[in-house]
């Protein structure tokens, strides 16, 4: 099989650290005492809790349910008592904590029943439907519903389907093993989604530091009764990125701004697709997943492990050591510090990495920039990270956007090959958020000044439609009155009133005078207050379609 | 600290020690072709670099070590050295890298900051002060030791030229020469020939004897720093082919009035130009096409200088003016991003 494969631009080729733990077969963790479960483990809308305090549940019971289009139900791991559902320690960038559903666990890890589906039969809406009900999110890291891209549009199909097997991160090897084991199950899952979405290309990009993974594929693959590409790809960080495995098996590029199923591409992880087999042949929702344990630990390996058990437990497991400074979740180059290993593992946690000063030496003091542009040679985004830099340091951030700062992926290339040691993505991300927090500002600001514009447009109306009364009212009076000196014979009282009347009469065409000016009603406005409601109404319709803008459906290994 | 937590091993350090490196072929041919004169002059820059950018982060208020240690300020000192001739008296190199390192790095900022090439204005400002020991070139020895029995001056008799104890004038007369390029330049003037200079004994088989060897060993330690990719490929061969095409127009054009394009590729100026100095990462352009132009416009910028300018040399000029259009070239050479279409930002 030979396939012509193209090089995505920059890349790094970082110590790969794989053996470490690539070679110890995967153990099951041990059922935890207690499992904290957090309701926002997918990107989109957090899930809605289903069950109250005290409540008993089962293991793969829906313990909150997927809550608007882009969201995923979350299941409990094990069977057990509902003790809290509270806000805790989660292993999320923000470093806050978010609500979770803890469950003390009663050790019988009872299932509640469940069974396989017969997929073929049913409507492609609801088979979605059952699958964002399983809970399945992108397991690469991204954690995207996969129900959400496992729906081709109005494209009706997605022409070519990715299984991603590139994981490109150093350290981490969870996809590998499961590869290797899984092989099997991993296309069943691939069936699936091949039949949701139409495909008739099915590629498996692996890189080629992975060659056990690669042959146990192969051999899956022949059995297959639909063709399936195992394609071995230069192990080149970040290839395992879902854009960069476009390119590299496809040549194309995904055009900024848009999704790859733009180009008919739709991509998945190995691990995802695995549990989406798992979901469907056997009826068991995403309640644990693979994670590898390695670092500055004794026996680094992969676990397979229950949704909610704490880090610490796996850390133990594999043997901790002296000289822990730090554990992150993730590999070195993306993964994120964990402020607490209480935090539990969630359907994002691909790895644990524990690291030491031996093996992850404090970085050297920063030198300033000397535009070597090492980074732009490196940069998989073919950006100019050293003018990102430049701008971002002097605060100049319209600068950052125009050389397209939001199309950095914050992959750390950069940073990793910089001479002078500067961390270039902290300062995207500090330009990044700097730029969100003005335009959220900016936002309030609008809907402000249009509330504000829209109380001074009503008063005026309310006073004009007052002013149209008023004079209708006059008129009316008017007119009696002149009636009235014919019918009456009280000459003097008259001539008084007519008089009244006639002063009224003169306020009342003065009134209506004036009120001509101003628009008598919402039906027959003038052309600059319609131009000017239009103009308000469309400043909303901006700012809502931006608060319902899709989220990044990225996956990443 | 957030991610990523893993770096290169590269340093600016690395960077700069490479450089130097990469200048020892030409260092070693400059003795062996002109005596060690030059060494004494490469010693006095490097210290007087160090003092002064010593001075200047203490001024600044910046920690010495890091800076001292990235070893920018020689690369500096060794690049000013190499362009002044062997011989010329210490008050010239020192003034010289004195203002490379104090006005052309430290005023504008320090290090990454200059947007000026600091060895090129150092340079610059002493052809425009003291032109006259600016063009005292020693000759190449194997023409110095055939005119006249002069002695090879060793390197104690070279400090003692450099530092200003009495030398017969008839001595330094005898050992010093013009340049080729001088010497085609004169010629020029006195309405000779490009092929009626080109006799004259001091011209080699491409450039001027001796300094064609010179350049080849600059050209030599360049590829050295594109082979370990300190440098990229742009900027040195759009030099060379703004040098080349600039001068072969000319020559095509008057072969009789403008020197062949390969005598101008073969100055050691060029080489060291196109690999040492527009190179220069922090005063030259960044994106790939800009290289490309930065290079091209220096190039056809020094062949208009040494052609009609009032100076010997054109490359210091070349480079100084095209740092000023580098901010410039970048914003209008914005490579196109991952699945973006191609695109300008606005000024």
Same mark, same amino acid.
């Given at each position: 099989m030979s396939r012509e494969l193209f090089k995505f631009k920059g890349g790094i080729h970082p110590p790969g650290h794989k053996e470490e733990s690539s070679t110890r077969p995967i153990h099951a963790a041990p059922l935890p005492k207690k499992l904290v479960i957090p309701l926002r483990q997918h990107i989109g809308n957090p899930a809605k809790p289903l069950v109250d305090v005290g409540e008993r549940v089962l293991k793969g019971q829906m313990i909150a349910a997927a809550s608007g289009a882009i969201s995923a139900a979350v299941h409990a791991s094990s069977s057990g008592i509902v003790t809290a559902i509270s806000e805790q320690p989660v292993p999320h960038i923000s470093g806050l904590p978010d609500l979770c559903i803890t469950i003390e666990t009663d050790g019988r890890d009872e299932w509640i029943p469940h069974a396989p589906l017969d997929y073929q039969k049913m409507a492609a809406a609801d088979l979605r439907l059952h699958l964002r009900d399983m809970g399945l999110a992108g397991l690469g890291g991204a954690v995207f519903p996969s129900a959400v891209k496992l729906d081709p549009g109005t494209a009706q199909t997605c022409p070519t389907l990715i299984l991603n097997g590139g994981e490109c991160e150093p350290w981490i090897t969870c996809d590998?093993?499961?590869?290797?084991?899984?092989?099997?199950?991993?296309?069943?899952?691939?069936?699936?989604?091949?039949?949701?979405?139409?495909?008739?290309?099915?590629?498996?990009?692996?890189?080629?530091?992975?060659?056990?993974?690669?042959?146990?594929?192969?051999?899956?693959?022949?059995?297959?009764? =639909?063709?399936?590409?195992?394609?071995?790809?230069p192990s080149?960080?970040?290839?395992?990125?879902?854009?960069?495995?476009?390119?590299?098996?496809?040549?194309?590029?995904?055009?900024?701004?848009?999704?790859?199923?733009?180009?008919?591409?739709?991509? =998945?992880?190995?691990?995802?697709?695995?549990?989406?087999? &798992?979901?469907?042949?056997?009826?068991?929702?995403?309640?644990?997943?693979?994670?590898?344990?390695?670092?500055h630990v004794l026996r680094p390996q992969n676990f397979e492990v229950l949704i909610g058990t704490p880090m610490h437990l796996l850390i133990t497991l594999a043997g901790d050591r002296e000289g822990m400074s730090g554990v992150l979740m993730g590999g070195?180059?993306?993964?994120?510090?964990?402020?607490?290993?209480?935090?539990?593992?969630?359907?994002?946690?691909?790895?644990?990495?524990?690291?030491?000063?031996?093996?992850?030496?404090?970085?050297?003091r920063a030198l300033p920039c000397i535009r070597c542009t090492r980074c732009a040679d490196a940069c998989p985004a073919e950006l100019q990270p050293q003018e990102l830099f430049r701008f971002a340091k002097a605060g100049d951030f319209g600068r950052a956007q125009e050389y397209h700062l939001f199309d950095c992926i914050e992959c750390g290339c950069c940073s990793y090959v910089c001479p002078s040691h500067i961390p270039l993505v902290d300062f995207y991300?500090?330009?990044?958020?700097?730029?969100?927090?003005?335009?959220?500002?900016?936002?309030?600001?609008?809907?402000? &000044?249009?509330?504000?514009? =829209?109380?001074?447009?009503?008063?005026?109306?309310?006073?004009?439609?007052?002013?149209?009364?008023?004079?209708?009212?006059?008129?009316?009076?008017?007119?009696?009155?002149?009636?009235?000196?014919?019918?009456?014979?009280?000459?003097?009282?008259?001539e008084a009133d007519a008089k009244k009347a006639l002063i009224a009469a003169a306020l009342a065409r003065a009134q209506a005078k004036k009120s001509e000016s101003v628009p008598l009603n919402t039906d027959n406005l003038s052309p600059d207050t319609q131009h000017e409601i239009a103009e308000i109404e469309a400043r909303r319709a901006k700012i809502l379609e931006l608060a319902r803008q899709p989220l990044e459906s990225e996956e990443k290994t | 600290?957030?991610? *990523? @937590?893993?770096?290169?091993?590269?340093?600016?350090?690395?960077?700069?020690?490479?450089?130097?490196?990469?200048?020892?072929?030409?260092?070693?041919?400059?003795?062996?072709? @002109?005596?060690?004169?030059?060494?004494?002059?490469?010693?006095?820059?490097?210290?007087?670099?160090?003092?002064?950018?010593?001075?200047?982060?203490?001024?600044?208020?910046?920690?010495?070590? *890091?800076?001292?240690?990235?070893?920018?300020?020689? !690369?500096?000192?060794?690049?000013?050295?190499?362009?002044?001739?062997?011989?010329?008296?210490?008050?010239?190199?020192?003034?010289?890298?004195?203002?490379?390192? !104090?006005?052309?790095?430290?005023?504008?900022?320090?290090?990454?900051?200059?947007?000026?090439?600091?060895?090129?204005?150092?340079? %610059?400002?002493?052809?425009?002060?003291?032109?006259?020991?600016?063009?005292?070139?020693?000759?190449?020895?194997?023409?110095?030791?055939?005119?006249?029995?002069?002695?090879?001056?060793?390197?104690?008799?070279?400090?003692? !030229?450099?530092?200003?104890?009495?030398?017969?004038?008839?001595?330094?007369?005898?050992?010093?020469?013009?340049?080729?390029?001088?010497?085609?330049?004169?010629?020029?003037?006195?309405?000779?020939?490009?092929?009626?200079?080109?006799?004259?004994?001091?011209?080699?088989?491409?450039?001027?004897?001796?300094?064609?060897?010179?350049?080849?060993?600059?050209?030599?330690?360049?590829?050295?720093?594109?082979?370990?990719?300190?440098?990229?490929?742009?900027?040195?061969? %759009?030099?060379?082919?703004?040098?080349?095409?600039? %001068?072969?127009?000319?020559?095509?054009?008057? %072969?009789?009035?403008?020197?062949?394009?390969?005598?101008?590729?073969?100055?050691?100026? !060029?080489?060291?130009?196109?690999?040492?100095?527009?190179?220069?990462?922090?005063?030259?352009?960044?994106?790939?096409?800009?290289?490309?132009? @930065?290079?091209?416009?220096?190039?056809?910028?020094?062949?208009?200088?040494?052609?009609?300018g009032g100076f010997p040399d054109g490359v210091a000029f070349a480079i100084l003016l095209m740092n000023v259009c580098v901010p410039l070239i970048d914003q209008y050479t914005q490579p196109r991003i991952y699945g973006g279409a191609r695109k300008e930002p606005r000024a």
């Open positions: 590998d093993v499961l590869m290797r084991t899984h092989a099997d199950e991993i296309l069943q899952g691939t069936a699936i989604m091949r039949h949701l979405l139409g495909s008739t290309e099915i590629l498996v990009g692996i890189e080629d530091n992975k060659p056990e993974a690669i042959a146990a594929m192969q051999v899956a693959a022949a059995k297959m009764d =639909f063709a399936v590409e195992v394609i071995a790809v080149c960080y970040p290839g395992g990125g879902a854009k960069q495995m476009i390119e590299t098996l496809t040549g194309k590029q995904v055009p900024t701004g848009k999704l790859s199923t733009d180009i008919g591409i739709q991509v =998945f992880n190995v691990g995802t697709a695995h549990a989406l087999a &798992r979901a469907v042949h056997h009826g068991e929702p995403l309640i644990s997943r693979l994670v590898t344990v390695t670092g070195p180059m993306m993964g994120m510090p964990m402020p607490d290993l209480d935090v539990p593992v969630v359907k994002a946690t691909n790895c644990i990495l524990v690291k030491s000063d031996a093996l992850f030496p404090p970085l050297p991300r500090y330009a990044k958020s700097e730029i969100w927090a003005h335009e959220k500002d900016k936002q309030a600001a609008d809907l402000a &000044r249009e509330r504000h514009e =829209f109380r001074q447009f009503r008063q005026e109306r309310d006073k004009a439609e007052k002013a149209e009364k008023l004079a209708a009212k006059a008129q009316a009076k008017r007119a009696e009155l002149t009636a009235a000196p014919a019918t009456s014979g009280h000459a003097a009282t008259s | 600290m957030p991610s *990523p @937590f893993i770096i290169d091993r590269s340093s600016v350090t690395q960077i700069m020690a490479w450089v130097l490196i990469a200048l020892l072929p030409g260092i070693a041919i400059y003795v062996w072709l @002109f005596g060690p004169g030059i060494l004494v002059t490469l010693t006095l820059a490097t210290v007087t670099a160090l003092a002064a950018e010593a001075a200047m982060l203490k001024a600044r208020g910046y920690p010495a070590k *890091p800076f001292l240690t990235d070893l920018s300020a020689i !690369v500096t000192a060794w690049l000013l050295a190499l362009s002044l001739p062997s011989l010329a008296p210490w008050w010239l190199i020192i003034t010289g890298t004195l203002f490379a390192i !104090v006005v052309a790095k430290h005023l504008y900022g320090g290090l990454g900051q200059n947007i000026f090439n600091p060895a090129m204005v150092g340079y %610059a400002v002493l052809i425009v002060s003291f032109p006259m020991q600016m063009t005292q070139w020693p000759g190449p020895l194997e023409l110095t030791s055939l005119e006249s029995s002069a002695v090879h001056l060793n390197l104690l008799q070279s400090a003692a !030229v450099i530092f200003g104890s009495d030398v017969p004038k008839a001595t330094l007369d005898a050992i010093t020469m013009a340049t080729p390029l001088d010497a085609l330049r004169t010629g020029l003037h006195q309405q000779l020939t490009v092929d009626e200079v080109m006799t004259q004994p001091i011209f080699g088989h491409y450039g001027g004897v001796g300094f064609e060897w010179l350049a080849a060993a600059f050209l030599l330690g360049g590829l050295l720093l594109w082979a370990l990719r300190i440098i990229s490929w742009q900027v040195p061969l %759009a030099f060379l082919a703004g040098i080349w095409l600039t %001068a072969g127009f000319l020559h095509f054009f008057d %072969a009789g009035r403008f020197g062949a394009p390969w005598f101008h590729l073969f100055s050691p100026s !060029v080489m060291l130009c196109a690999f040492f100095i527009a190179t220069d990462p922090v005063s030259g352009a960044t994106t790939p096409r800009g290289k490309l132009v @930065f290079g091209l416009g220096a190039g056809f910028l020094t062949i208009v200088i040494r052609t009609w």
